[in-house]
């Protein structure tokens, strides 16, 4: 298994430490398609899967979930969260167990998700379908000090249910692009936000998986490139060994066309100071 390199009070600790008023923004990757973003005291929490459902749901079945990497921080510790997203329906990224303890645990929060989705969401969380905010496809939503837009995602198909979100706060702008292939006009969509980090998954695609696929190392690392990202975060990986890809060669990917990265290990940050 492995470890975070920060998890439970010591990761909490450091996104702690982390909060200061200075201009810049810290991120953490916690896993999967998860990230924790703090910018001027507040903090969105994008797609989080943390708890061990899938593991559970699919233990004694042919398609095991066998989990890679350790959980990084209990939702329910999790009690400063503004916004949190859905960028679809598929459990890793939509997950009952950890987002019921994490509205539990802030009741002030914003849960953004795709407004194809609304009802589904609702159902699941079991919660009113008023309080989740739902966007539309090229429409976006002040939520706080985040800005956030929904751009099309393809998940096999496009589809009103699949999202990406561009994030925008004070000078800085953030993708994240839940899971996709690459479609037509992709990058010339995303090319005019000017996008600082993008956070790609990098799993890719392989029949034989039997669920969805998504942008493969290369295909990532060339989309940072054609949309003009300063860097580029790599995610969707070593969470389940049936469906994972090895980071390194998102790096080699990326040494060879010029994009600038950064590989994160689960629980560990991310400053934009190094920009």
């Given at each position: 298994?492995?470890?975070?390199?920060?998890?439970?009070?010591?990761?909490?600790?450091d996104v702690k430490e982390a909060d200061r008023d200075d201009g810049h923004f810290r991120l953490w990757w916690l896993g999967q398609s998860g990230f924790?973003?703090?910018?001027?005291?507040?903090?969105?929490?994008?797609?989080?899967?943390?708890?061990?459902?899938?593991?559970?749901?699919?233990?004694?079945?042919?398609?095991?979930?066998?989990?890679?990497?350790?959980?990084?921080?209990?939702?329910?510790?999790?009690?400063?969260?503004?916004?949190?997203?859905?960028?679809?329906?598929?459990?890793?990224?939509?997950?009952?167990?950890?987002?019921?303890?994490?509205?539990?645990?802030?009741?002030?929060?914003?849960?953004?998700?795709?407004?194809?989705?609304?009802?589904?969401?609702?159902?699941?969380?079991?919660?009113?379908?008023?309080?989740?905010?739902?966007?539309?496809?090229?429409?976006?939503?002040?939520?706080?000090?985040?800005?956030?837009?929904a751009v099309p995602a393809r998940h096999e198909e496009l589809g009103p249910e699949y999202v990406g979100y561009v994030v925008g706060f004070g000078p800085w702008t953030i993708y994240h692009s839940g899971?996709?292939?690459?479609?037509?006009?992709?990058?010339?969509?995303?090319?005019?936000?000017?996008?600082?980090?993008?956070?790609?998954?990098?799993?890719?695609?392989?029949?034989?998986?039997?669920?969805?696929?998504?942008?493969?190392?290369?295909?990532?690392?060339?989309?940072?490139?054609?949309?003009?990202?300063?860097?580029?975060?790599?995610?969707?990986?070593?969470?389940?060994?049936?469906?994972?890809?090895?980071?390194?060669?998102?790096?080699?990917?990326?040494?060879?066309?010029?994009?600038?990265?950064?590989?994160?290990?689960?629980?560990?940050?991310?400053?934009?100071?190094?920009?």
């Amino acid at each position: 298994m492995i470890e975070p390199v920060l998890k439970d009070a010591a990761l909490l600790a450091d996104v702690k430490e982390a909060d200061r008023d200075d201009g810049h923004f810290r991120l953490w990757w916690l896993g999967q398609s998860g990230f924790l973003v703090q910018w001027r005291g507040r903090h969105l929490l994008l797609d989080p899967y943390l708890s061990d459902s899938l593991t559970k749901k699919y233990a004694h079945t042919d398609k095991p979930h066998v989990r890679m990497t350790a959980r990084a921080v209990d939702p329910c510790a999790l009690d400063f969260i503004d916004v949190a997203t859905s960028s679809h329906n598929h459990t890793d990224h939509l997950d009952g167990e950890t987002l019921g303890p994490l509205l539990r645990a802030n009741k002030g929060i914003m849960l953004v998700v795709p407004e194809a989705n609304r009802k589904f969401v609702a159902e699941r969380l079991g919660i009113d379908a008023a309080f989740p905010t739902g966007l539309e496809i090229g429409h976006s939503i002040q939520a706080g000090q985040f800005r956030i837009e929904a751009v099309p995602a393809r998940h096999e198909e496009l589809g009103p249910e699949y999202v990406g979100y561009v994030v925008g706060f004070g000078p800085w702008t953030i993708y994240h692009s839940g899971d996709t292939l690459l479609y037509e006009g992709m990058a010339e969509r995303l090319r005019p936000h000017k996008i600082d980090v993008a956070l790609l998954p990098i799993n890719g695609r392989a029949p034989e998986r039997r669920v969805a696929g998504n942008l493969s190392a290369r295909e990532s690392a060339e989309l940072g490139k054609q949309i003009g990202a300063r860097s580029v975060i790599p995610c969707h990986y070593e969470m389940f060994e049936f469906n994972t890809a090895d980071p390194r060669g998102f790096a080699a990917a990326c040494d060879s066309i010029g994009q600038p990265y950064r590989i994160l290990r689960c629980g560990e940050r991310w400053d934009s100071l190094s920009l």
